[in-house]
C-alpha cells in the first residue's frame, strides 16, 4: 500500500495522524516500509499494525517514543515485553494491532518516571498511600502510569498525594455499589452472564464518573458565585 492508502486506513481510529505523522515514525526507526524501484514507500499490513500500535499506545498511555521503540525492538527479536508474571504479551499483528497495546503496557520504575514526566519524590509519595502499586516483578501497568501522570498535573496546582486518597475512597464505594449490581450475574456462571457483567460494569462507570463530574461542576459553580 502506498502512504495515501495507509493514511485512509488509520484515520478512523486517528483523526489527528498525517502523511508527516507517519514520515516522522519512519525516521525515528517505528515503522521501515519498503521502497518501489521508483523510490515510493510501500507498506505491508504489518506496517499498518505496527504504526496501529504506535499511535494507540501514544494515545492511551501516553508513553514516550523511546519507550515504545524499545517494545517494538523486543518483539521483533521474539521477546515478551517486561512483564508483571500475571500478563502474556501478545506480538502486535495486522488481526490483534487494536486491541493488543492494552493489555501490554509494563513499565520499569525509570520508564514510569520519564512516561508520567513526575519525579521520584512524588512516585515515592503515592506508593506511600498506595494510590500506585507496581506488580510483583517490580513494573507498573497502565493504571499505575494514568495514576502517575494525573498525579503529576494535580501537583502543579498544589495537591498532593495525601490530599488524592478521598477521590481513591469515593471511587472504592463506587466500586462497590456496581459489585452489588453485577453479584446476581456472576453467579450464573455462564459465558453470556460474564458479557452482560462487563458491559453492564462499564456503563455503570461511565454513569458514576458522569454524576461524579456533575456534583464537581457544581460545586465549583457555587465557589465561583460567593
Do not use: C, W
Amino acid at each position: 500500500m502506498s502512504i495515501g492508502e495507509v493514511l485512509a486506513q488509520l484515520r478512523p481510529d486517528f483523526p489527528d495522524v498525517s502523511i508527516s505523522k507517519i514520515r516522522f515514525l519512519e525516521t525515528e526507526g517505528l515503522v521501515e516500509p519498503q521502497r518501489s524501484s521508483s523510490g515510493y514507500r510501500r507498506f505491508t499490513g504489518d506496517d499498518i499494525a505496527r504504526l496501529r500500535y504506535v499511535l494507540t499506545v501514544q494515545r492511551d498511555h501516553y508513553l514516550p517514543l523511546r519507550v515504545i521503540k524499545e517494545q517494538l525492538e523486543q518483539l521483533d527479536r521474539g521477546m515478551e515485553l517486561v512483564s508483571d508474571g500475571e500478563r502474556t504479551v501478545t506480538p502486535y499483528t495486522a488481526a490483534n494491532a487494536k486491541s493488543a497495546p492494552q493489555d501490554e503496557v509494563a513499565l520499569s520504575r525509570s520508564s514510569l518516571l520519564e512516561a508520567a514526566g513526575i519525579e521520584e519524590e512524588l512516585l515515592a509519595e503515592l506508593e506511600s498511600y498506595s494510590l500506585v502499586r507496581a506488580g510483583r516483578s517490580g513494573v507498573y501497568d497502565a493504571h499505575a502510569l494514568f495514576v502517575a501522570r494525573t498525579a503529576g498535573e494535580l501537583a502543579q496546582y498544589g495537591l498532593e498525594p495525601r490530599h488524592l486518597r478521598s477521590v481513591r475512597s469515593a471511587a472504592e464505594r463506587e466500586v462497590d455499589l456496581v459489585e452489588q449490581v453485577l453479584a446476581p450475574m456472576l453467579r450464573q456462571r455462564s459465558a453470556d452472564a460474564a458479557g452482560r457483567a462487563e458491559e453492564t460494569a462499564a456503563e455503570i462507570a461511565r454513569l458514576t464518573t458522569r454524576l461524579h463530574a456533575a456534583f464537581v461542576d457544581a460545586g465549583v459553580h457555587r465557589l465561583r458565585s460567593r
